[in-house]
């Protein structure tokens, strides 16, 4: 039986030789040249031969790729299927000079004949089987051999790539181990999930950033490969919480009990301090005001903790930790030491130099694939509902992460503006935050980035005070954008790419929700951008940094 496995060539001579053969299985490849050379074998009258694409009992030889003209002695078959093969037309030649056709023995002269010619028959019989099945495993062994050399190259080319050049690139989704989580589809990427070197980055690395499916876009539109993330939908599940519990009694003495001095940042929820230890390791943890939890259950921020823990993307700042003791909640993250987008943009100081064009490209790149993230992959989608340059986290090689996802549920308790200049018009009304009202702020995130303006700056003109209403009616004026870039570009930028970008903030900022672009049109746009840029992410990183120490 050598069916099913796409042979092709002509049927090897050595088949005459298999005299002793009463079944052949042959469906289901591409043979080709003619078929005389199965003629005298004893099958049976060929009622057992299978030779069609579908499995048939008998007579049928059709729907292969034979050629040359049909024995005599398959043409005494009753209603022999010869149709969908490539048959010559006319009268056969007759044999070479020379040359007697051997026709079969019927049966009952096989039966009459003596012991020692059955004898003979058997030695010859058997070494024409050793031969025909060594010829037929040497035909599967070179078929193997050449779908195995056909075979697409691996995607681990990617990572060898990133090997010889000494790159901490992102691991591709292929290679990852990926689990299942219980929390309503949320897939959990790998602990050892990498974020891009930039300094030793190239563009291929900065366009596979791994934004994993779990089901479609609204739009219909997704940047990442549907097909790659099904097929580890098979994965182990798990409902353990990833985030680390910590003491009470630790996170005070780490943050010196919480003195002023170690305050990072106050929010719409709580504080955020940095907690050092002595092994010289940094965390941020955001002390969650008491007021969010009065009248609910202990259970609340289980629950809270047990949804953010299965968060993971490389740009978002992931949950490392927990506390709730004494009726003290807080929530723990790794410590970014070059702070937020916000200050970069507009907290300028000794230590710090301001971020290159490219480097701001690839911030809205890695910014938008983490809400594509929340938006797209994680079902149900994730709103975040506080989308601002504060929130946005840079780590030593300026890749963006953002923080403060999860929390829309406290927002909504809330009357405090979440950001003065990001909220978009539908947002006076809190029930009609969409997922769209967060790509309004990524669009505000977006203007600071290009005019390295705050989305409100009271010391500006009046006319000039509201980023969106000043920066609207220029985006389309190819002119006026050049006198809308961050000044502390120093006229460092390809000027090609800033309509371009100035399209897609268009698109973020359309006051109309429905006009707005989706999140996953936003990153694939921006993705495009990138690749028009060609960035020198090793002149970025030496370019834009910030070199004191002292506080870290």
Same mark, same amino acid.
């Given at each position: ?75 005494? *078959? ?11 037309? =006319? ?40 031969? =025909? ?19 697409? %190259? ?17 691991? %591709? ?12 589809? *949320? ?30 876009? $609204?739009?219909?539109? $997704? ?22 519990? !910590? ?74 930790? !927990? ?43 890695? $910014?938008?694939?983490? *809400? ?7 079902? %149900? ?40 200049? !990001? ?75 800033? %309509? ?18 989706? *999140? ?6 921006? $993705? ?25």
């Amino acid at each position: 039986d050598v069916s099913n496995n796409q042979l092709s060539d002509k049927l090897p001579n050595s088949f005459a030789n298999l005299t002793n053969l009463n079944t052949l299985h042959l469906q289901n490849n591409q043979f080709t040249g003619s078929i005389n050379v199965l003629t005298d074998l004893p099958l049976n009258d060929l009622e057992t031969l299978h030779l069609s694409v579908t499995f048939v009992s008998c007579r049928n030889v059709e729907n292969n790729e034979f050629t040359g003209w049909i024995p005599n002695e398959l043409k005494g *078959i009753d209603n022999l299927k010869t149709g969908g093969n490539s048959w010559s037309t =006319g009268p056969a030649p007759p044999p070479p000079p020379g040359v007697q056709h051997r026709r079969r023995p019927a049966t009952e002269e096989k039966k009459s004949e003596g012991p020692k010619k059955s004898l003979q028959n058997g030695l010859i019989i058997a070494f024409s089987c050793l031969g =025909g099945l060594a010829l037929l495993l040497l035909l599967l062994l070179m078929f193997a051999f050449t779908r195995r050399r056909r075979s697409p %190259p691996p995607s681990s080319l990617f990572l060898d790539d990133d090997k010889m050049s000494g790159r901490k690139g992102f691991t %591709p989704l292929h290679s990852q181990e990926l689990g299942a989580e219980s929390y309503v589809g *949320i897939l959990k990427e790998p602990k050892d999930f990498k974020s891009m070197d930039p300094g030793n980055g190239d563009i291929k690395s900065l366009l596979k950033s791994p934004s994993m499916g779990l089901r479609r876009s $609204v739009s219909g539109r $997704v940047s990442f490969s549907e097909n790659e993330f099904a097929n580890r939908l098979k994965g182990r599940r798990s409902t353990s919480v990833q985030a680390v519990p !910590y003491s009470l009694a630790d996170l005070q003495k780490s943050t010196d009990n919480f003195a002023p001095g170690r305050l990072l940042g106050e929010g719409t929820i709580g504080r955020v301090y940095r907690a050092k230890y002595p092994d010289g390791k940094v965390l941020a943890v955001k002390k969650i005001d008491s007021s969010h939890f009065q009248g609910q259950k202990p259970e609340e921020f289980s629950k809270l903790v047990t949804n953010i823990s299965k968060l993971h993307h490389p740009n978002i700042a992931e949950l490392v930790g !927990y506390c709730s003791e004494q009726g003290h909640n807080m929530l723990i993250h790794d410590y970014f030491r070059n702070g937020s987008l916000h200050e970069f943009l507009h907290l300028s100081d000794d230590f710090s130099k301001p971020l290159t064009w490219n480097t701001r490209v690839r911030i809205a790149l890695g $910014v938008s694939r983490a *809400i594509e993230y929340l938006h797209d992959v994680c079902s %149900p989608s994730i709103v975040h509902k506080n989308i601002k340059s504060s929130n946005i986290l840079l780590d030593l090689e300026l890749n963006p992460h953002l923080s403060d996802y999860g929390m829309a549920s406290f927002h909504l308790r809330t009357s405090q503006n979440l950001g003065m200049g !990001y909220n978009a018009p539908e947002c006076a009304q809190p029930s009609a935050y969409t997922l769209k009202s967060d790509v309004y702020s990524f669009g505000v995130v977006m203007l600071e980035l290009l005019t390295g303006r705050m989305p409100l700056d009271n010391q500006r003109p009046r006319s000039e005070q509201c980023l969106v209403k000043w920066a609207r009616p220029q985006l389309h004026d190819n002119d006026a954008l050049a006198g809308m870039v961050d000044p502390a570009l120093r006229g460092l930028y390809p000027p090609k790419s800033l %309509p371009p970008f100035a399209d897609i903030v268009a698109l973020c900022i359309q006051l109309d929700p429905n006009l707005r672009s989706s *999140i996953a049109e936003v990153v694939q746009a921006l $993705v495009r951008l990138v690749q028009q840029s060609t960035i020198n992410m090793r002149e970025d990183l030496s370019a834009s940094c910030r070199t004191n120490d002292s506080e870290y």
